[in-house]
């Protein structure tokens, strides 16, 4: 069997098993890509997400993070929303939450998935894998624009002619030759929908991201109090912000996603400010069980949640905000205080 008909039987694998979008590229990556990631992390755009420049070197290149790879397979599977996600920011007593945290914690589905092909590929060809899904320091995006998934859009995410905006990607790495798909072409042309749709203004420019003004990271991996300037232009976001995302034109051809695992929780779709900002550490724990929000804990999520009642302009929560000004958190008693004041000013 030569390495052309392994790659269609992987690719046809891969596609049983529920991925839907695949990719060969090269286990290395251009000079362009590692020069942006140098840039990205000299000019401070990664706010304290330290583990970026800590890892930086393996970022950059495959083959620091393994020397024997030589293929990448890039992998997407579809959480295409059923309805636009920014419907919600009519109604500022509810919380937003991103669409790929409406859902089962993608990170295990994801990786399940890649774990069965990269055992599949290892016992049909006798050669070394490995799985990434996120949490390893891969370069998934650039990879898998090199692989022909799509392209890296104006809002710095990976855009398919299929499937929109909304693909999560995951990588099997493997020792095989394997003949590389074309990569793919920037089709974005004049387009800037992304860039005018963002609320906090975190694209300084095409292409590149000031993480230290997005609302996914600022509710996300920021891990102290979010900056005062920054709080009102957060809506009713509570948990990451998919309006660049849902501003693409390339959206009107993805089809709703078929992964049962990644539609929305009922109690997550349009859930009640005041509801959650009540939840202690005990009850955060159990609501979020087997989602990706519980990684970051109650009380950054708590701070996120005053955030937005701050910005609901609705006095009736006074008395929910105010008791919070007495939590024995610090980052809630801060977010608690500037949504009091908030609050009372209407």
């Known amino acids: 069997m030569d390495a052309a008909d392994k790659r269609e039987q992987i690719r046809d694998r891969a596609l049983a098993l529920g991925f839907d979008a695949v990719g ?15 840039d990205f992390l000299a000019q401070g755009l990664h706010g304290d997400m330290g583990w970026m420049l800590e890892k930086a070197d393996r970022r950059g290149d495959p083959q620091v993070l393994w020397p024997e790879a030589r293929t990448v397979i890039a992998l997407g599977m579809s959480y295409a929303p059923h309805e636009d996600p920014r419907s919600l920011l009519e109604h500022p007593d509810r919380g937003i939450v991103s669409v790929y945290a409406r ?6 589905v994801v990786k399940s998935r890649l774990k069965q092909l990269a055992q599949w590929v290892h016992r049909s060809f006798a050669t070394d894998v490995k799985v990434f899904v996120d949490t390893a320091p891969v370069m998934e995006k650039p990879l898998a624009e090199q692989a022909g998934l799509g392209w890296q859009g104006k809002h710095t995410n990976l855009v398919s002619r299929e499937h929109g905006s909304w693909l999560f990607l995951g990588e099997v ?3 095989l030759e394997l003949p590389p798909d074309s990569p793919g072409a920037d089709l974005c042309g004049s387009c800037r929908r992304c860039q005018d749709a963002c609320p906090t203004a975190a694209f300084p420019e095409p292409y590149r991201l000031d993480a230290r003004r997005c609302i996914s990271y600022l509710t996300i991996e920021h891990k102290g109090p979010i900056p005062e300037d920054l709080r009102p232009l957060m809506g009713n976001r509570i ?18 996603t078929r992964e ?6 009922a109690e997550l779709t349009a859930p009640r400010l005041a509801d959650l900002a009540q939840l202690d550490d005990a009850g955060f724990r159990q609501v979020f069980s087997g989602s990706p929000i519980k990684r970051i804990g109650r009380d950054r999520f708590v701070r996120n949640v005053l955030t937005a009642l701050g910005n609901s302009g609705d006095q009736a929560q006074i008395g929910v905000v105010e008791r919070l000004t007495a939590d024995e958190s610090d980052l809630v008693r801060d977010a608690a205080s500037w949504a009091l004041e908030r609050l009372r000013a209407v």
Do not use: I, M, Q, V
Request: aromatic share 14%; hydrophobic share 35%.
């Open 173 to 175: 790495y493997t020792a």
């Open 103 to 108: 859902g089962r914690d993608y990170h295990d």
């Open 260 to 265: 049962a695992a990644f539609l929305p929780r």
């Open 239 to 256: 948990y990451g912000c998919d309006d660049c995302l849902a501003a693409c034109p390339w959206n009107k051809f993805a089809k709703r």
């Open 24 to 38: 060969f590229a090269p286990a290395s990556l251009g000079d362009e890509a590692r020069e942006r990631l140098g």
